[in-house]
């Protein structure tokens, strides 16, 4: 049986993937980059935004972005959490990408973000230049929705969460003939 907490981010990664695929990137990337937030929210509704971001991107993405480079093999983050928050906030509140006068940024500058193309495969790891990371949009969008697929794993069974989810917004239809709040 479905949960409610499944349901509702079937919905949020679904929208996502629709975006992807009628390469609708800005749309995509908006959804990608607000799930860490309600996902955080729900989790754990006590710390500041940006605390609950890096967390949840610790826990579930930062693996995804860190890498042994070099004949020392030294392990490198190619994104942090704080920079995914810096380029949270610098997209959603002024459309941009670039993550330099953003306070809470850690390594990065900013970011490029490039479409998918046949025969390339562009995304992440060695693909940052002086300070900007490259990421191919719709690789990125695909690995917030797989992280967030594992969180709804992760939280499907805890009743607090439940209870928060059912507060989220529903959008339903209503019979052409009742126009009505009910």
């Known amino acids: 049986m479905t949960t409610v907490l499944e349901s509702k981010f079937f919905d949020f990664t679904n929208a996502i993937k629709k975006s992807l695929e009628s390469e609708n990137w800005h749309a995509a990337l ?3 980059l607000i799930l860490p937030d309600i996902c955080g929210k729900l989790q ?20 995804q972005y860190t890498s042994f480079v070099g004949a020392d093999n030294i392990e490198h983050e190619f994104l942090t959490g704080e920079d995914m928050y ?15 006068n953003q306070w809470i ?3 990065l500058s900013g ?26 949009v719709d690789q990125f969008c695909l690995e917030i929705c797989n992280a967030v697929e ?4 992760d939280f499907k069974g805890d009743s607090k969460v439940q209870q928060k989810v059912k507060m ?9 003939e009742d126009n009505s709040f009910s």
Request: glycine content about 4%; charged content about 25%; overall charge positive.
């Open 86 to 100: 810096a380029l949270r906030c610098s997209f959603l509140h002024a459309g941009g990408v670039d993550i330099e």
């Open 105 to 107: 940024r850690k390594v």
């Open 30 to 32: 908006t959804v990608s």
């Open 111 to 136: 970011f490029k973000f490039v479409p998918p193309k046949p025969n390339r495969f562009v995304h992440k790891n060695h693909n940052e230049i002086n300070g900007t990371l490259q990421l191919q």
């Open 168 to 176: 989220m917004i529903d959008i339903v239809d209503i019979p052409d």
């Open 150 to 153: 594992n969180w709804v794993q």
């Open 44 to 63: 754990d509704e006590n710390l500041s935004s940006n605390k609950r971001y890096v967390k949840w991107f610790n826990r579930y993405l930062k693996q």
